[in-house]
């Protein structure tokens, strides 16, 4: 059997994970290789659920959204169900995974972003989701100007709660992300997002060969 393998891509706003995940997809599949692509938060239906509260709120709360500690635990809920639910059991039958942020967002966007410390985080997946961790995390990095015109283009209907915050909460979240991988370059792959999504793309399939199989 072939083996499963877990790739998380990372980035702030507008960096293109989602459009990178759907051409990585389409490039694994071509090599004959099961390819689920996921997202976070959500996966499955209880993780979507809690997505919706996440993004959107809960039903009546007009207010400014949960708070960093509440946040923080609603993102490992859901990645608990998603991992045991969806990830775990694509992996155990041999199938690759590609998923839309997984752990370094809630360290980057709840802990450089929202305060909290990453001891904290790390331990809210140590228990929800057993401290799982990728095979490879791809960090995509984009300038913020680069990043604040995709967005112009995107979110021509509003944004969410979390990616409406300003600009210098976005900036630290950034920032943490760069501290992530400069400490822990063993897990991480960082790729230049600033140019076309062809471009971006040779990029993430270079920082992937390792780990393919034989064609």
Known sequence: MTTGRF????????????????????ALRARGIEVV?????????????????????????????????????????????????????????????VCDR??????????GGGGLSDDDIIALHTIGSQGMLPDLTVLIEVAPDVAA?????????????IGGRDTAYHARVAQAFATFAETEPQRFARIDGNGTPEETRAGVWDALIPLLPPA
């Open 102 to 111: 997984f752990l370094d967002s809630s360290r980057a966007y709840q802990g």
């Open 7 to 26: 790739i998380a891509l990372e980035g702030g706003e507008g960096a293109g994970k989602s459009t990178q995940a759907r051409l990585l997809a389409q």
């Open 149 to 161: 015109q995709r967005l112009a283009l995107r979110d021509t209907h509003g944004t969410d709660r």
């Open 37 to 97: 692509v996921t997202r976070e938060p959500g996966g499955t239906p209880g993780a979507e659920a809690i997505r919706k509260l996440l993004l959107e709120g809960a039903p009546g709360d007009e207010g400014a959204g949960w708070n960093p500690r509440a946040e923080a635990l609603l993102f490992a809920a859901a990645r608990s169900d998603h991992v045991e639910s969806l990830i775990r059991p694509t992996l155990a039958r041999g199938g690759w995974v």
